[in-house]
C-alpha cells in the first residue's frame, strides 16, 4: 500500500515510524527540508519538499499511484485544501485530515463529501474525551475500552502501601473479588507477560482486563477509593482545555482555567461562561495556591511545554491533590517519565496515530481487521479488538485446544450484549468481539493471525 503523509511534524514523524514498521511504502511531503532529511536518515521512505496543498507537489509524490493520504500540517486549512486537491486528482483515494479548530466541526462535518474526506481527526478533542473518562475513576492511570464500552483495559501502579504489593497473580482474585485477567506488566522498563506465579513488586505497572461493570468494585477492594470529581484545575487554556472544560461543565463539575495569555483569557470567557478562568503564570506558587489548588479534586496540565506540565504536575502532586493528569507531547523516554511518578499522563498525538493505524490496518484487510487498535505498556504492546466471521479459524473451539503465537494472549470475548474474561474453557463464535493483547512487534492485520 502507498501513503502519503503530508507534515512531518510530531503526529507526521510517529506515524512514519509506525507505518514503516509494518511494511507500507510511505511518501512524506514537508515545506521544511530538515523535517525530511531527518526522516529519510531514520527510515525508509521518499521525501517531497513543498506545499502539500499544491496539485505540482501532490503529483510529484505520486498522488495517482497512492491508496492513502494522510493531511497533518500544523494549519487546518493547509489540510483539507491537501485532501480536497488530492481527491480531486485521485477519486479513488482515500483521505484524512488532522482538523484541530471547533469553528469547522459543523461544516466539514457537512461537507465531507465537498472535501473528499474519509476520516477527520481531532488530537485535541480526543484528549479531552480520555481526560474525561480517567476522571471518572481516579484510581486508574489509564483506561481502554472495548467491545462497545463493555470491556476495558487499565493500568495501575504498584506502590508500597497496596494490597498488590508481594501478591502472586494466582491469588489476586481472592483479592479483587471479580473475575479480571493481568495481561501485561512493566517492571523496570520492560513489557511482560504474567503466569499465575509471578509476584507483583513495587514500581509495577498492571495492565488488566475487566468488565467495565467491575470498575468499581476492583477500585474498592484494592482500598482505592472512588469519589466523584466537583472542582477541577485545568492548567493551560489551549484546546484540550477548550474541549474538556465543555464537557465538564456540561457534567456539572466546575472548572477553573488558568491561563497566562490575557486574549486567550478573554475568549475562554466568552465560549465558556461558566468556568473560572484565571489569568496568570502557572508556575506561579502563590497563584496556584491563591486559586485553591489543594482543594481541587483533580489537576490537569495543559500547555505546550512538556516540561512546565511535569512540574506543575509534581507541585499538585506533593500539595495532596488527589488526582494528577499530564499532557505530554513527547513520550519517547518512558524511563524518565516513569520515574517522576507523575500519575496519569495524556499523548494526544498517540491517541491519534492509534486510530489512524487502525483505519490503515482495516484497509489493508477490508475482511476481518481490527475494530480498535490501542497502544498500552509505554508502546511496548498492543490490544487490538477484531470481530470474528466466516472465515475466521477455530469457532466454537475451547481456548485450552487453541496453539497461539507466541506473545499473543486473548483476553475477552463477546456474545452480542454479554462479555467474558478469556479463559481455557472460553469459545468464540461467529458474530463474537475477541480482544487481544501482543507485543508490538506481532501486527496483526486480522483475527487469523493470532493462531500459530
Known amino acids: 500500500m502507498n501513503i502519503i503523509i503530508a507534515g512531518d511534524g510530531k503526529v507526521g514523524a510517529t506515524l512514519t515510524r509506525q507505518l514503516t514498521g509494518e511494511g507500507y511504502d510511505v511518501t512524506v511531503i514537508d515545506s521544511k527540508l530538515k523535517c525530511l532529511e531527518d526522516s529519510v536518515e531514520r527510515y525508509d521512505v521518499i521525501s517531497v519538499q513543498g506545499n502539500c496543498a499544491s496539485m505540482d507537489v501532490l503529483r510529484q509524490a505520486g498522488v495517482m499511484d497512492a491508496n492513502l493520504l494522510i493531511a497533518a500540517t500544523g494549519a487546518d486549512e493547509v489540510n ?43 488530537p485535541e478533542n480526543q484528549a479531552a474525551t480520555e481526560i474525561e473518562r480517567l476522571l471518572k475513576y481516579p484510581g486508574f492511570l489509564r483506561r481502554d475500552t472495548f467491545a462497545k464500552g463493555r470491556t476495558e483495559i487499565v493500568e495501575l501502579r504498584v506502590d508500597a502501601k497496596s494490597k498488590l504489593c508481594n501478591v502472586k497473580l494466582a491469588d489476586l482474585r481472592a483479592i479483587v473479588k471479580c473475575k479480571v485477567l493481568v495481561c501485561a506488566v512493566l517492571r523496570g522498563g520492560a513489557a511482560i507477560t504474567p503466569g499465575g506465579d509471578f509476584v507483583l513488586r513495587e514500581g509495577d505497572r498492571l495492565f488488566i482486563t475487566a468488565l467495565s461493570e467491575n470498575l468499581t468494585t476492583l477500585l474498592k477492594n484494592l482500598g482505592i477509593l472512588t469519589r466523584q470529581v466537583r472542582r477541577v484545575m485545568l492548567c493551560g487554556g489551549g484546546r484540550v482545555s477548550y474541549y474538556l472544560a465543555n464537557r465538564l461543565l456540561k457534567a456539572g463539575i466546575g472548572c477553573v482555567i488558568v491561563e497566562s495569555d490575557l486574549g486567550r483569557c478573554k475568549e475562554l470567557c466568552a465560549l465558556l461562561p461558566k468556568a473560572e478562568v484565571i489569568h496568570g503564570d502557572i508556575s506561579d506558587q502563590y497563584l496556584l495556591e491563591s486559586e485553591g489548588l489543594s482543594q481541587c479534586d483533580a489537576l490537569v496540565t495543559l500547555t505546550g511545554l512538556d516540561e512546565l506540565n511535569m512540574i506543575v504536575s509534581l507541585y499538585g502532586i506533593s500539595q495532596g491533590v488527589p488526582q494528577v493528569i499530564t499532557k505530554l507531547s513527547h513520550t519517547d523516554n518512558h524511563s524518565i517519565i516513569n520515574s517522576l511518578s507523575l500519575g496519569s499522563y495524556i499523548c494526544p498525538k498517540e491517541l491519534c496515530c492509534n486510530n489512524i493505524v487502525r483505519y490503515v490496518r482495516a484497509m489493508q484487510n477490508q475482511t476481518g481487521a481490527a475494530i480498535s487498535v490501542h497502544t498500552i505498556a509505554d508502546g511496548q504492546a498492543e490490544a487490538m479488538e477484531f470481530l470474528a466471521d466466516a472465515q475466521t479459524r477455530f469457532c466454537g473451539v475451547p481456548l485450552k485446544e487453541i496453539k497461539l503465537k507466541s506473545n ?10 454479554a462479555t467474558e474474561i478469556a479463559n481455557g474453557d472460553s469459545v468464540f463464535q461467529v458474530g463474537d468481539t475477541v480482544v487481544v493483547v501482543t507485543n508490538s512487534g506481532v501486527v496483526l492485520r486480522q483475527l487469523n493471525d493470532i493462531f500459530a
Not at 499473543?408 to 450484549?417: D, Q, R, T, Y
Open 80 to 122: 483539507l485544501l491537501c485532501c480536497t486537491t488530492a481527491h480531486a486528482i485521485n477519486p479513488n483515494l482515500h483521505t484524512i485530515a488532522r482538523v484541530r479548530n471547533p469553528e469547522y466541526t459543523e461544516q466539514i462535518f457537512r461537507m465531507r463529501e465537498l472535501f473528499g474526506l474519509s476520516m477527520l481527526i481531532n
Open 408 to 417: 499473543v494472549l486473548v483476553v475477552s470475548i463477546s456474545h452480542g450484549a
